[in-house]
């Protein structure tokens, strides 16, 4: 059957969706609509950071660094993602935000896919957290 099979190259199909490949917001006929899992091809110019701080989380989350250097802020400390591979991983609960302090390419993988976390394009950014400033 293969209306259950897609294929895609991630870069062209996230610049379609900000980066979102497969979760719960594609189409239910789409055989990347999943409400179990969220994967995101995070291309991020340098400079770009995360508009506000995700609090209230209700997923677990993996990110990996495919390319570049980025930074993951969590409550109490940043995570600098460096080489090729390395990766973090937070729990439910956990608050976070994020910068790209070269240009980078990140995969993220979430677990459930809910709805209720896509960021308003025309909202100011929150307030830093922690006394963290993006480095120049």
């Known amino acids: 059957m293969t209306d259950s099979v897609y294929v895609g190259n991630a870069g062209e199909d996230a610049a379609l969706d900000r980066g979102w ?6 189409d239910a006929s789409d055989p990347r609509h999943s409400e179990d899992v969220e994967i995101k ?3 991020h110019p340098k400079g770009d950071e995360r ?4 609090t209230g ?4 989350a993996l990110q990996v660094l495919v390319s570049g250097r980025f930074r993951v802020e969590l ?3 940043s995570v600098v993602l460096a080489r090729q591979g390395d990766y973090v991983v937070w729990g439910r609960g956990v608050d976070h935000s ?3 302090e070269e240009d980078s390419v990140v995969l993220t993988v979430r677990w459930p896919s809910v709805p209720g ?8 950014p929150g307030p830093r ?3 963290v400033e993006p480095l120049s």
């Open 75 to 77: 409550p109490g400390r």
């Open 41 to 43: 091809w995070g291309v």
């Open 129 to 131: 957290r922690r006394g």
């Open 51 to 54: 508009a506000h701080w995700v």
């Open 57 to 60: 989380e209700q997923r677990t």
């Open 21 to 26: 490949l497969l979760g719960h917001f594609k």
């Open 117 to 124: 976390y896509a960021v308003d394009a025309g909202a100011a």
């Open 98 to 100: 994020w910068y790209a």
